[in-house]
Every structure is written in C-alpha cells, then in structure tokens.
C-alpha cells in the first residue's frame, strides 16, 4: 500500500514542480528585471547594450581595463570604474578585497569589501589572458575566486570527528575530509568578502567562490563572513560560498529587509554560532532555488539557515544535508519566522539538542514536498515545532529519522500549537512516527509505517486524526497523561509491541473519541486501556476484531466482521509490514457503514486523495447520513478522484468550490493553502484568473 501512496505522491509532486517552473519564469515583470533573471539563469552575459570591464589576475598592474590586453589586475578597480548598464568579465585566478591599484584600499585592511553596485552585473570564470581564447567561460575549468585570506597565510588544520581541536564551541567542527571545515591562522581575514547592502536586483554576482571570510569583529563585522547584505537585494546565482566563518550567518548574512534572490548556488563547509550556512534576520526575506546547503554547522542554532525576527524566505528545490548544530536546526531553525519551503531535501542533518532536519519556534512555516530523510536529533529527529505558531506541513515524507527522547520524524510540543499536518508519510522513523506533547495538530490523510515506536504517541496532546493509516509500527497510536484525540476513519492493522500492552492503540490516562474506524489484525490488542475504570475511549460505528475491550464505552453501531482488506499480506506475502494493502475489498461490512457528521469539516478525500463519500450500489447502506454514506476506514470503497473543478468533491461545481477558490486566490503555493482541495485547477503553479474561469466553464450547480 506504501508503493502505491507513494507513486502516486511522487508524481504529483513532480507536476507540481515543473508547473510552478513554468508559472514563475512567465510571473517575472520588468525590462530590467527580466534581463537579469535571463542573465543568472542561463550563466552567460548579454552582451548587448552592455560595457564589458576586464579582469585577470596574470595582468600587469596599470591596465585600464577596456580589454582582456589591458584588464585590470584587481576587482576592486573593476569595480570603481563600473557604472549602471557595466558588466565585469572576472578570469580564473584568486581577489582579495584589500587590493587595488589607486590605493583606495589598504593591505590587510579587514574592513574591505567587494562592494556590489546596482546596474552592474560581475561575470566569473573566464579563461583570461593565459587561454587562446580568453572570452571562453567555465566556472568550474577557470575558478573565480573571491577569497578573505588577505596574507594568504590559512592553514588547513587536521582533525578527527567533532573534536575539541575545531573549536567546537563556535560551530567550527571537524569536516568529511579529515580537515577543520574552517581553515587556521585567519584572525586577519576580511570581515565580509562580499557586500550587497543597498543594492536591488539590478546587481548581478554570477560565477564565483567565496571564500575565507571571518567575520568576528564587533557588529556589524561580525555578521556574513562570506556576503553580508544590510537592506540589499542583488541577485547571486552560480555561486560557492564555503570555509566562510562568523557569529551570525557564515556563509551569507541577509538583515534589515534584505531579499536577494540565490539561484544554483553551493553553500557548503561554513560555520557560525548561529546560521552556518545562511542566516535571515530582521524581515528579511530572500528568494532560494536549486540551492544546496552541504555540512554547515552551528554552534547554536541553524546548522544550514537560520531565520529570525519576522524573516520569511520562499526556499524551493533546495538540498540540506550534513549540516549540524549543538542545538536545534541542524538543516534549518526558525525563530519568529514564517519561510515557505517547497520541494527540498533534508538528509543526514543532525542537532544537538532538536529539530535535526528543522526547527520551528513560534514560527509558522509551510512545507510542502519535501523529503526528511536520515535526520537526527534528542527531540525531533526529522522536524520539530515547539511553542506557538501554526505550521503547515503538506505532501512530505519522513523516512529514517532519529530522536533518541522521541518525535523521530515529527514533534510538536507546547499548549496552544497547532500544526496541520496533510498527506505526509512517516516511514520506519525512531523513536516515534509522531509526538505530541502539550500540542494538538490536525493530521489528515497520512501514512505511519514501519516506526520504532508508535506511530503517533500524545502526551497531554489531543490532536485531531483522520484517514490515517497506521501499519506494522511499534504500537499504531499511544494516548498517555490525558490526552484525549479525536481519531475519525483511520485504519490500525499489523502494528505490535513487545510486550503485553498496546497494539492498535493504548490509553493510559486518556480518553480519546473513535469513529468509523478499522482496528484488525494488531497484536497483542486492539485497543487497549490501563486502568478501565478511568481510561474509557468511546468508539462508535467501527469495526474491531473480537469486540471492544474492557473500559471502552460502545457509542453505538460498532462490529467485530472482517473488513475484507484487499491484501493483508501485501506483495512480501507478510501481514504486518508496509506493503499491506488495507483498501476495502467487495462486501466488506465497512462499506458504507460510517457516521456522516462525525466527518471533519472541510475534509472531502480518504488517505489516496478519492472522494471521501461516495456510494456503493451493490452494499446496503448500514451506516447514517444522507447518502452517499461514509465507509469505515481510511480507503474509501470503489471512489476515484475528483473531478478538477469540483473542489470540495460533492459531485457539482457550485459557489462552494468558488468560495474554496477564492480563498487561495493568488497563493504561489495552493497546496500550502488548501492541501484538502486543488484550487490550482489548471496546474500552472498559482491561483489566478484563469483557474476561476475553469470554474465558470463548468458551473453545474446554482450560481
């Protein structure tokens, strides 16, 4: 069943991206907006209109920089004489900050910078003077590097993994290579390598590594020892930033509004007390695409990016793996934060203390798409929420994540918090699928398979569950110290523990409420209850094998038949592992059995996205509401998909489904928005106009 929930994820994931690709490249506005967006994307200069400046470092001092002959030897002469509509050719070779030939910088000065300007595009990776053709560009054949390590005296420092030798306390651990991530003897480096404050789109930086800034000083050099952006929004495309070091944001620092747009940029192997790779603060809120954010670490918090203070990036197609942190976030942390992050990778991040893949501290992120996989963490090994804020988490997988305290692949934590939680799997995590302490959630349409642990365990946390399925876990669902869940059409079979204990679910002070739900096949119970005489579930038009079990309180309408799943075995033969197949096969007593208004409101699909309600002729109805009636289960029997304007999937397209579209009307996400629904009718990737005429097209109920 996990093979077919997952295929037919992936692919809609993938349309979804390539819708929204298209839908962006067609949103761009602008003349000069739209040129330098072409410029960044398709890593060549436009030459038309433009004013080349040439730069090589092989070039004698004195050129004045009007060709590759007489190219200037320092960027920083480029950069004086550039004005808007310039565009700086850089050759392969290495640029410091404090050199130049007017003698505007001073030798070893910390405080220069590569100072980006608006209108000025700076081009990497040519191969200069030294080539028969020095016009011919690779940024990967001919290095650009723009390098802090002003005496050229860094040392590389041997070490083992995690060490105290790498000055673990600032975040400087111990690389895959045997080697500090950050290099020794750099106390004179420069603060900012690169400077983008005050600049718009306008400013390019295309093609170059970045490198060995040591931003350590007091504020604001002690911010972005790569690039440091204070109110500035250039567009960085093409670009390495690594071996870079500071308190605040490594890599890159954005603050004070700043927004650039990062495009296939490498942010590897930087380190700072928080935000190693990047760090976002003060209502900033850049743009991130088909980056890769590879061992950063922390030696606080944001081992990959931290947000903070209001800082909302939009993060899509990125990869975070193998950053770390000694507290929360080892691929991202955020703190007052609300980014959107589609389609991203987190793989082999580690924290600390929580949130290995992400943490998120009263901050209400959306995730959609994405993959934790491998994460690790004490609490939260794939993601963690902890204290306010409402998080949106939709079409994600958590696969292999650790939490040696609990929450392997998901955790939320604190009295108020309320995440939703939509069409996610949580696949072979440890310890725990999901926890929830002091948290409430509303998880719908998602997949618990295969945890060290339960599948979900609340503790003091009374979430709202429905078309879930829960198979072959440690346990399906644990409700300790008054919790008290809502579990409505969910499906529990092949979960066991190793001891006398649990199974299907177990209440140890709880008193959850059970409605038209499957418990079959779990082991050693169905559901069981500690202490009946006060953990008393009520359970009410469900089937559970061999009856309800002492203390649970028999709301009506319950029965012990077989429900008839498809597969119990699955394609390994074997009940009780991931491939079972739990769909209702025909007959089954379940069918059209459930209770109507026990259904959450807004919820219109069962766990593979078909109709939640829909009729079988061929079964007696034994269940109440107005036809069609509600199955049992997860599965809804013989329902396919709705149909593309019928929105809320009751069969017309009518002012509900305009109502739904209307509410996500100009959402570049609308997953994020409606995961329940598909307001993007037409798949372009966003909620417009032409969705709304798809609607008018087939209006078949009242207007």
Known sequence: MFELVARRWSVA?????????????????????????????AGTPASAGANPIYV?????????????????KHLQDALAAATPGDEIRVAGGTYTPDQDATGKSAPGDRAATFQLKNGVALWGGYAGLAAPDPDLRDIVLHVSILSGDLASDDIPLPCTQDSPDCDGALGKLCGDNGLCIISGNNTENSYHVITGSGTDATALLNGFTITA????????????????????????????????????GGGVDNV??????????????????????????????????????????????GGGIANASNSSPVVSNCTFDRNRTTQSGGGVVNFSSDPTVTNCLFSGNSAGNSGGGMANTESSPKV??????????????????????????????????????????????????????????????????????????????????????????????????????????GGGMDNVRDSNPTVTNCTFSGNATGNSRGGGMYNSGSRP???????????????????????????????????LSPGTIDGGSNIDADPLFVNTGGSDGIPGTEDDDLRLGPGSPCIDAGHNGAVPLGVTTDILGNRRFYDDPATQDTGVGLSPIVDMGAYEFGSAPCAG??????????????????????????????PTATPDVDGSGQVDLHDHAVLEANLTGPR
């Not at 090589?56 to 007489?70: H, K, M």
């Open 13 to 41: 994931l993938r349309l979804r991206s390539a819708a929204r690709f298209l839908k962006a490249r067609r949103r761009t506005v602008g003349w000069a907006a739209r040129l330098v967006t072409a410029m960044a994307l």
């Open 56 to 72: 090589d470092d092989d070039a004698p001092v004195g050129g004045d920089g009007t060709s590759w002959a007489a190219a200037f």
């Open 213 to 248: 800034g040591n931003a350590n000083g007091a504020a604001p050099f002690n911010r972005g020892g790569g690039m440091y952006n204070e109110t500035g929004s250039p567009m960085v495309a093409e670009c390495t930033f690594s071996g870079n070091s500071a308190t605040t």
């Open 256 to 301: 004070f509004g700043s927004n650039p747009k990062v495009t296939n940029c490498r942010i590897m192997g930087n380190s700072a007390f928080v935000g190693g790779g990047m760090a976002n603060t003060v209502n900033s809120g850049p743009s991130l695409t088909d980056c890769s954010f590879h061992g950063n670490s922390a030696g606080n918090s």
């Open 368 to 473: 959609s798409g994405c993959r934790f996989s491998n994460n690790s963490a004490i609490n939260g090994g794939g993601l963690i929420n902890f204290s306010g804020g409402s998080p949106t988490v939709t079409y994600c997988t958590f696969t292999n994540n650790t939490a040696r305290a609990g929450g392997g692949g998901m955790y939320n934590y604190y009295v108020g918090l309320r995440p939703k939680v939509n069409n996610c799997t949580f696949i072979a995590n440890s310890h725990d699928g999901m926890l929830n302490l002091y948290s409430n959630p509303t998880v719908t349409n998602c997949f618990f398979a295969g945890n060290v642990g339960p599948g979900m365990r609340n503790d003091h946390g009374s979430p709202s569950v429905s078309d879930c399925a829960f198979s072959s876990n």
């Open 513 to 547: 409420t059970v409605n038209n739900c499957i418990f079959w096949g779990n082991s050693p119970h169905e559901i069981f209850n500690f202490d009946p005489t006060v953990d008393m579930p009520t359970v009410r038009f469900s089937a559970v094998q061999d009856g």
């Open 645 to 674: 304007a019928d929105l809320d999937c009751d069969g017309d397209v009518d002012l509900r489904d305009f109502a739904t579209l209307q509410g996500c009307f100009g959402a570049i996400d609308p997953l994020a928005c409606n």
